[in-house]
């Protein structure tokens, strides 16, 4: 295992991002940053007279994309913490001027060696159970037009799922959650 794996520390970092994500310091002015109430929340304010700034700690925004074939499900192979080994729907965190549906067509071919075209808009979700953040989660459902599956940068492994068979390790409530959803909303129950 790389020493990125091995040093990962799932515990700290939920304890570092329920502290701020770690924020000691005002980024403007270099003051310590202290507990205040504001906005109705306890929020980390500069104290300094001169500098108005409030640390929000704000989710970040994530993409993927549902394909399903057969009424089989692609799923990748997590390669790199948390979570690895675990399964995960093709999803990544979106980059500083992208749009969504770019992030999820990215992170797609960047996983699974895939290129595929979005049909439609699925569902979003509040992802709290990874220790690196809090994330926003979009979910496309989309068609593969090319490329061929491999696993390939944040993938150990890309498969197709049975829904009825399903890995028991998937990695994130959302999810677990998108896969009930799908399931819920597109499958015939017999």
Not at 76 to 95: D, L, Q, S, T, Y
Not at 160 to 167: I, K, T
Request: hydrophobic content about 35%; glycine content about 6%; charged content about 35%.
């Amino acid at each position: 295992m790389s020493k990125r794996n091995d040093d990962f520390d799932a515990e700290e970092l939920f304890r570092r991002k329920e502290d701020y994500c770690g924020y000691r310091f005002c980024p403007r002015c270099g003051e310590t940053l202290v507990e205040k109430e504001t906005d109705g929340r306890r929020r980390r304010v500069c104290p300094s007279e001169t500098c108005d700034f409030v640390f929000y700690q704000n989710p970040i925004p994530a993409a993927g994309a549902i394909i399903v074939r057969d009424d089989r499900i692609l799923l990748v192979k997590r390669a790199h913490p948390p979570k690895v080994g675990w399964w995960c729907i093709p999803a990544g965190f979106m980059e500083w001027h992208e749009h969504p549906t770019e992030t999820a067509v990215r992170e797609l071919e960047e996983e699974t060696g895939l290129k595929v075209h979005l049909t439609s808009f699925f569902e979003v979700y509040s992802g709290h159970d990874d220790p690196r953040s809090n994330a926003v989660l979009l979910l496309y459902l989309a068609d593969v037009v090319g490329g061929t599956p491999r696993a390939a940068d944040d993938a150990l492994e890309v498969r197709f799922f049975s829904f009825d068979d399903l890995p028991d390790r998937i990695a994130f409530e959302a999810h677990r959650q998108a896969l009930a959803d799908y399931t819920r909303r597109y499958r015939r129950s017999d």
